[in-house]
């Protein structure tokens, strides 16, 4: 019997993610589907009780990735603290959930940069979904410290207790948006995850000339590259945008769901 996977979004007609993941099947030779399916906020409850009887497992994507945890029997520890799920797994009716947004840019921040976590000083700029899941993510993976800089201090304020729900000591610290850090030169990573230059007519100013040229820096914007990452560069940084995060978020839900490693390189392809 085919089993059947999907994403479920409001909307999703413009998510990749069945061409990702269909890929990856058909290079195992694993008899699946993958297909999208638009939910609307309001029907959640009784879409989910219908997928429940015929999915192996879907991802939730935007506006559900919290809505989605009244549903789930068992919460992965870093989903519980980011309070996202982005990887449901239908064990005969029994619904586990999974966060693979932080892993996905973890992982591509690890390719792109051959970079190690251990013991290193992270910068995030911005507070929103992605980068709540991310902080979380990357304070389990044995980094020194995180910081984070929002327009909204409180919004800052609110994924340094995610960190601290799941690791009471972790060091964690928090400014606005333009605040200048005494410990810049300290920084070893930079993540852009705010939306100002998503829509290409505004942009971000950073002091660029206070951190180091070693540090390294992602935009969570994955689609071009943008001002900040050219700002980055003309510092000197090494840079890269969020592309490779999609592809490794799908990855870890794909072993999830079918125990396999997922055969990376053919799914990039099926993204590109
Ligand atoms: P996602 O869930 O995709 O990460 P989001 O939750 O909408 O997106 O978060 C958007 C981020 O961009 C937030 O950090 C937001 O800052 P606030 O917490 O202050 O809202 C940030 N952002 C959006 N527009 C901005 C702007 N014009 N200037 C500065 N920050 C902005």
Request: hydrophobic letters at 45%.
């Given at each position: 019997?085919?089993?059947?996977?999907?994403?479920?979004?409001?909307?999703?007609?413009?998510?990749?993610?069945?061409?990702?993941?269909?890929?990856?099947?058909?290079?195992?030779?694993?008899?699946?589907?993958?297909?999208?399916?638009?939910?609307?906020?309001?029907?959640?409850?009784?879409?989910?009780?219908?997928?429940?009887?015929?999915?192996?497992?879907?991802?939730?994507?935007?506006?559900?990735?919290?809505?989605?945890?009244?549903?789930?029997?068992?919460?992965?520890?870093?989903?519980?603290?980011?309070?996202?799920?982005?990887?449901?797994?239908?064990?005969?009716?029994?619904?586990?959930?999974?966060?693979?947004?932080?892993?996905?840019?973890?992982?591509?921040?690890?390719?792109?940069?051959?970079?190690?976590?251990?013991?290193?000083?992270?910068?995030?700029?911005?507070?929103?979904?992605?980068?709540?899941?991310?902080?979380?993510?990357?304070?389990?993976?044995?980094?020194?410290?995180?910081?984070?800089?929002?327009?909204?201090?409180?919004?800052?304020?609110?994924?340094?207790?995610?960190?601290?729900?799941?690791?009471?000591?972790?060091?964690?610290?928090?400014?606005?948006?333009?605040?200048?850090?005494?410990?810049?030169?300290?920084?070893?990573?930079?993540?852009?995850?705010?939306?100002?230059?998503?829509?290409?007519?505004?942009?971000?100013?950073?002091?660029?000339?206070?951190?180091?040229?070693?540090?390294?820096?992602?935009?969570?914007?994955?689609?071009?590259?943008?001002?900040?990452?050219?700002?980055?560069?003309?510092?000197?940084?090494?840079?890269?945008?969020?592309?490779?995060?999609?592809?490794?978020?799908?990855a870890k839900?794909f072993e999830l769901?079918?125990?396999?490693k997922a055969?990376?390189?053919?799914?990039?392809?099926?993204?590109?």
């Amino acid at each position: 019997m085919t089993l059947r996977y999907g994403i479920i979004g409001w909307p999703v007609a413009h998510s990749k993610s069945p061409e990702m993941h269909n890929a990856g099947f058909k290079e195992l030779k694993i008899d699946a589907c993958y297909e999208r399916f638009a939910v609307e906020p309001v029907n959640l409850a009784k879409q989910v009780s219908v997928f429940k009887e015929f999915l192996s497992g879907w991802n939730v994507t935007v506006p559900h990735k919290t809505a989605i945890i009244d549903f789930i029997d068992v919460l992965d520890p870093v989903a519980e603290a980011a309070q996202s799920v982005n990887t449901v797994v239908n064990s005969g009716g029994k619904l586990y959930g999974y966060s693979t947004d932080g892993y996905g840019l973890q992982r591509a921040v690890e390719e792109a940069f051959n970079f190690s976590f251990v013991g290193k000083h992270i910068l995030f700029i911005g507070a929103g979904g992605a980068v709540q899941a991310a902080a979380v993510q990357f304070a389990q993976a044995n980094c020194r410290k995180i910081t984070i800089l929002n327009r909204t201090l409180e919004n800052a304020q609110k994924v340094a207790a995610m960190i601290h729900h799941l690791l009471p000591n972790f060091e964690v610290s928090v400014g606005c948006i333009e605040a200048e850090l005494d410990d810049a030169k300290s920084v070893d990573l930079i993540i852009q995850g705010t939306s100002v230059e998503l829509k290409g007519d505004a942009k971000i100013e950073f002091a660029f000339e206070k951190y180091r040229k070693d540090c390294v820096c992602m935009d969570m914007i994955y689609n071009f590259e943008t001002p900040f990452l050219e700002g980055a560069k003309a510092h000197g940084m090494q840079t890269a945008t969020g592309s490779e995060m999609l592809l490794y978020q799908g990855a870890k839900a794909f072993e999830l769901w079918t125990k396999f490693k997922a055969p990376v390189s053919v799914m990039r392809e099926a993204l590109l």
